[in-house]
């Protein structure tokens, strides 16, 4: 790729630990060097958008071939066909609740190149006393699908890098799983590396690899983030066809780079229905034109197979400042429905992923959500543009927010994401029939 992009060499990434001559930032004074961002309602002629069709019909198309171009990379026009079996059902039970799981495997098409096999696994766990169809929640799971090896063990961490790993430590408590089941709902595990690898030797492998038939990428060819979201697409395909599920109402929810995956799956397939966007830092919902905690160089340099090509070069002669797009464009591209981004605190371990960063993204979204008829990131007074107390919802408006006091886990802000969901998810009873009034 830097060969390709014509770049001697990379600006190295910041060190977590604090140390070395590219140290992370941790003070918020220094965090904002280019404080002014793309409009995300200006089109590339410079005129202004005034009207919902003049989004959908002008701009979004501009802001969705901007970041298949620059930064996530663009899905081949053709895809092969995805076949999907269930290959077991069993009965069983999460924290107290009857389930009956479906082991889903989706058989993607390699006839045009046999030597690269791609399966899509995931489980569909649904309350065993549903009377009918029920919403879906989707996880892009960290979880090991079954028959996945064991990755080998990290290097020890040491310093701040060991203090965020302690603070990861799950709380005590119902997981997102046990609690979505309770509620009566559905619970999809999709395996996103079953399909995609996550590391860069996978990207002549997997779904990417079997389209370009094991050859190296193209600079705007998609990285696993893209991909991860085209597998999860592919499941809502399965999920359409399965009379227990109310297809209408399915969410997807990721933390951490598969939250990075979750934000493009909901960017790209207005289908899902709503978003849980957690800790999900540089790459993800957190804005390119910051400077706190993980940086774009650090992806550049390290996880650049989650991007597209091009993103590179950005860490290279071009700087964020010269990204014709940031993040909190990605997040308007959700709209009208509805995101919660959340994550921990960086006294809790979770600086890594800047979560104020993303807070501020979402604020400069909202001009897109207003213009289609929804409230941005707001409590009861309205819009919020300062970032709130820890664990203070601002759930008021299709775009929410909650940061919770711990580090970088999935589970704590999980809760309020159910509460508010529950209204978009879950469509209201039907009205009582009205009686005639009798006659005395």
């Given at each position: 790729?830097?060969?390709?992009?014509?770049?001697?060499?990379?600006?190295?990434?910041?060190?977590?630990?604090?140390?070395?001559?590219?140290?992370?930032?941790?003070?918020?004074?220094?965090?904002?060097?280019?404080?002014k961002l793309p409009d995300p309602l200006l089109l590339n002629n410079g005129k202004r958008v005034k009207t919902a069709k003049v989004w959908w019909t002008e701009r979004r198309?501009?802001?969705?071939?901007?970041?298949?171009?620059?930064?996530?990379?663009?899905?081949?026009?053709?895809?092969?066909?995805?076949?999907?079996?269930?290959?077991?059902?069993?009965?069983?039970?999460?924290?107290?609740?009857?389930?009956?799981?479906?082991?889903?495997?989706?058989?993607?098409?390699?006839?045009?190149?046999?030597?690269?096999?791609?399966?899509?696994?995931?489980?569909?766990?649904?309350?065993?006393?549903?009377?009918?169809?029920?919403?879906?929640?989707?996880?892009?799971?960290?979880?090991?699908?079954?028959?996945?090896?064991?990755?080998?063990?990290?290097?020890?961490?040491?310093?701040?890098?060991?203090?965020?790993?302690?603070?990861?430590?799950?709380?005590?408590?119902?997981?997102?799983?046990?609690?979505?089941?309770?509620?009566?709902?559905?619970?999809?595990?999709?395996?996103?590396?079953?399909?995609?690898?996550?590391?860069?030797?996978?990207?002549?492998?997997?779904?990417?690899?079997?389209?370009?038939?094991?050859?190296?990428?193209?600079?705007?060819?998609?990285?696993?983030?893209?991909?991860?979201a085209w597998g999860a697409s592919r499941v809502l395909d399965y999920l359409e066809t399965d009379k227990a599920v109310d297809a209408k109402h399915v969410a997807i929810a990721?933390?951490?780079?598969?939250?990075?995956?979750?934000?493009?799956?909901?960017?790209?397939?207005?289908?899902?229905?709503?978003?849980?966007?957690?800790?999900?830092?540089?790459?993800?919902?957190?804005?390119?034109?910051?400077?706190?905690?993980?940086?774009?160089?650090?992806?550049?340099?390290?996880?650049?197979?989650?991007?597209?090509?091009?993103?590179?070069?950005?860490?290279?002669?071009?700087?964020?400042?010269?990204?014709?797009?940031?993040?909190?464009?990605?997040?308007?591209?959700?709209?009208?429905?509805?995101?919660?981004?959340?994550?921990?605190?960086?006294?809790?371990?979770?600086?890594?992923?800047?979560?104020?960063?993303?807070?501020?993204?979402?604020?400069?979204?909202?001009?897109?959500?207003?213009?289609?008829?929804?409230?941005?990131?707001?409590?009861?007074?309205?819009?919020?543009?300062?970032?709130?107390?820890?664990?203070?919802?601002?759930?008021?408006?299709?775009?929410?927010?909650?940061?919770?006091?711990?580090?970088?886990?999935?589970?704590?802000?999980?809760?309020?994401?159910?509460?508010?969901?529950?209204?978009?998810?879950?469509?209201?009873?039907?009205?009582?029939?009205?009686?005639?009034?009798?006659?005395?």
């Amino acid at each position: 790729m830097v060969d390709l992009l014509g770049l001697k060499e990379l600006r190295p990434g910041v060190k977590q630990d604090g140390t070395g001559a590219n140290p992370v930032n941790w003070d918020e004074a220094k965090a904002n060097p280019w404080p002014k961002l793309p409009d995300p309602l200006l089109l590339n002629n410079g005129k202004r958008v005034k009207t919902a069709k003049v989004w959908w019909t002008e701009r979004r198309p501009e802001l969705v071939e901007i970041f298949d171009r620059e930064i996530v990379g663009r899905v081949p026009a053709h895809t092969p066909a995805v076949r999907w079996e269930v290959t077991g059902t069993e009965q069983g039970s999460v924290g107290g609740v009857a389930t009956v799981t479906k082991h889903l495997v989706g058989h993607v098409d390699n006839s045009e190149d046999p030597a690269i096999t791609v399966n899509i696994q995931a489980d569909l766990i649904l309350p065993a006393d549903a009377r009918g169809p029920v919403p879906v929640v989707t996880e892009l799971t960290f979880d090991l699908a079954p028959g996945e090896p064991v990755p080998p063990p990290r290097p020890p961490r040491t310093g701040a890098l060991a203090a965020s790993a302690a603070a990861a430590r799950p709380p005590d408590g119902p997981s997102p799983k046990q609690q979505t089941l309770a509620k009566g709902w559905g619970y999809v595990l999709l395996y996103p590396r079953s399909f995609q690898a996550d590391n860069a030797a996978g990207l002549t492998r997997g779904i990417i690899g079997l389209c370009n038939h094991g050859q190296p990428r193209k600079l705007d060819d998609w990285g696993a983030l893209r991909a991860w979201a085209w597998g999860a697409s592919r499941v809502l395909d399965y999920l359409e066809t399965d009379k227990a599920v109310d297809a209408k109402h399915v969410a997807i929810a990721g933390h951490s780079r598969f939250g990075k995956a979750a934000l493009v799956t909901m960017a790209y397939d207005q289908r899902f229905a709503a978003a849980y966007v957690n800790s999900s830092g540089a790459g993800g919902a957190d804005l390119a034109r910051r400077r706190f905690g993980e940086q774009l160089e650090n992806i550049a340099a390290g996880e650049y197979y989650w991007m597209g090509g091009n993103y590179i070069k950005y860490a290279g002669t071009l700087t964020p400042a010269d990204m014709p797009v940031d993040m909190h464009e990605l997040i308007a591209l959700c709209a009208p429905r509805p995101v919660l981004i959340g994550g921990g605190t960086y006294k809790g371990g979770d600086g890594w992923a800047d979560v104020g960063g993303t807070f501020m993204a979402e604020v400069a979204a909202d001009p897109v959500y207003t213009l289609l008829g929804k409230k941005g990131v707001s409590d009861d007074k309205g819009l919020v543009t300062t970032l709130p107390p820890v664990e203070t919802p601002l759930v008021a408006g299709e775009l929410a927010f909650r940061q919770h006091p711990g580090g970088h886990n999935i589970q704590p802000n999980f809760a309020t994401f159910l509460d508010w969901a529950g209204r978009y998810l879950a469509p209201p009873p039907p009205p009582k029939p009205t009686l005639p009034r009798p006659y005395y």
